[in-house]
């Protein structure tokens, strides 16, 4: 029996409706399993300005450091779509990873039986998809300098540097390892090698890290055009992608799609276990349907399941909550993005309960 503290962060738009279903789910575990989790309520993103005039208050950074984990739903709307780029929830976002140092975002993608019709791929080819995409996050090009422009150039010329260090590909392709170990052993390692330096030098670092630190591994590489293909392809021939944060970016956007709805899909953002985990559903704030009980949860209540399992050790909690989303799909019970046409629709709270009296 443990005792943990998680900061919840419910955000704007949907997020304080999805919130309020993955908190019945985790007062559930609470009571089948005897741990006691300690929650405590952070501002961040559009609610965030609004009450103090910034996405990411010092209030909320204090909070950070008297935490186990992070539970984030999703910030950002249409109200601070037009405020300075680094007034807006995004940014605010942006800096809580750099706060957390969660550098290695991982992002499964698990194709659900009954719903692998909805997917715009064939049945056969994605049926059984379960895969991770584990996308570096806080380095490469997206943060590489230089960048910018080159004002003595004789036209107009633009750059920026796919820089990474030794250290920083080690511990992306470490954390990699460690969540192939947990699976299948499998580990492909996705670059571009055959045209960049920077790419030639992650392709020897992964070589390096998987051969001495974890021989099991069967590693493979892939370059980053014939991986976004075979994405499509067959997507079952993977279980752990590693890439950088460009690569992964894109590939993770990918392999999300294969499972039909935004709406399903959890994500874990984590550094190196001295800090806090972050966990949130891969979707945003969908202020087309905020307010209204129409958002699936589930993406939600998948992010606290990989809170429990990662963060916790908690596995067999995890599992039975991954086990009863299942069951409830497999009933036929659905949300209105995952609904064809003629099925009953349930409302958030409807599809919260549910999931509670399955888990139950
Ligand atoms: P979005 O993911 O919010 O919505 C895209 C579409 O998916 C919408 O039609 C929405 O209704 C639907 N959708 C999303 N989640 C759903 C769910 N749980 N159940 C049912 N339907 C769902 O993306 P967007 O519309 O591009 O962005 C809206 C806002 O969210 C923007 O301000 C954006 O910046 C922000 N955003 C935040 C995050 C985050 O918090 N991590 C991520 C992406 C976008």
Same mark, same amino acid.
């Given at each position: 029996m443990s005792s943990k503290k998680i900061l919840i962060l419910s955000g704007d738009g949907i997020g304080p409706e999805i919130t309020i279903e993955a908190l019945k789910v985790l007062k559930l575990i609470e009571k089948k399993?005897?741990?006691?989790?300690?929650?405590i309520e952070g501002l961040m993103g559009g609610i965030a300005i609004d009450k103090t005039g910034d996405p990411l208050p010092d209030s909320t950074i204090k909070q950070l450091k008297e935490v186990d984990a992070v539970l984030l739903s999703a910030i950002g709307g249409p109200k601070w779509e037009n405020l300075p780029q680094a007034q807006k929830p995004e940014r605010g976002l942006l800096r809580l990873r750099k706060e957390l140092d969660a550098f290695a975002n991982l992002r499964p993608a698990?194709?659900?039986?009954?719903?692998?019709?909805?997917?715009?791929?064939?049945r056969e080819v994605i049926e059984g998809v379960d895969l991770l995409v584990v996308r570096e996050l806080t380095s490469g090009i997206y943060f590489g300098t230089p960048r910018g422009f080159d004002?003595?150039?004789?036209?107009?010329?633009?750059?920026?540097?796919a820089l990474y260090t030794e250290s920083e590909v080690r511990r992306i392709i470490k954390c990699a390892c460690e969540q192939a170990m947990i699976r299948s052993k499998r580990l492909c390692s996705v670059d571009k090698a055959n045209v960049l330096e920077v790419s030639q030098f992650w392709r020897d670092i992964a070589i390096s890290v998987a051969t001495n630190d974890f021989p099991e591994i069967e590693l493979s590489?892939?370059?980053?055009?014939?991986?976004?293909m075979q994405l499509i392809r067959n997507p079952k021939q993977f279980d752990v992608l590693v890439s950088s944060n460009l690569f992964g970016d894109i590939l993770s956007d990918e392999a999300s799609m294969l499972t039909g709805s935004i709406g399903l899909l959890p994500s874990?953002?984590?550094?190196?276990?001295?800090?806090?985990?972050?966990?949130e559903p891969v979707h945003g704030s969908a202020?087309?349907?905020?307010?209204?009980?129409?958002?699936?949860?589930?993406?939600?209540?998948?992010?606290?399941?990989m809170m429990l399992e990662i963060s916790f050790q908690m596995k067999s909690e995890a599992k039975l909550i991954e086990k009863s989303i299942e069951q409830v799909l497999e009933?036929?019970?659905?949300?209105?993005?995952?609904?064809?046409? +003629?099925?009953? /629709?349930?409302? @958030?709270? =409807?599809? +919260?309960?549910? /999931?509670?009296? @399955?888990? =139950?």
């Open positions: 399993s005897g741990n006691k989790f300690e929650l698990k194709v659900f039986s009954c719903l692998a019709d909805s997917s715009t791929l064939k004002s003595q150039a004789k036209e107009k010329t633009c750059f920026n540097t590489h892939l370059y980053v055009d014939n991986a976004a874990a953002s984590l550094g190196d276990g001295s800090k806090p985990g972050l966990y202020p087309d349907i905020a307010g209204q009980n129409k958002a699936n949860p589930i993406a939600m209540i998948l992010s606290l399941a009933q036929g019970y659905r949300t209105g993005d995952i609904a064809k046409p +003629g099925e009953k /629709i349930l409302t @958030t709270t =409807e599809m +919260g309960d549910v /999931i509670c009296k @399955t888990l =139950e």
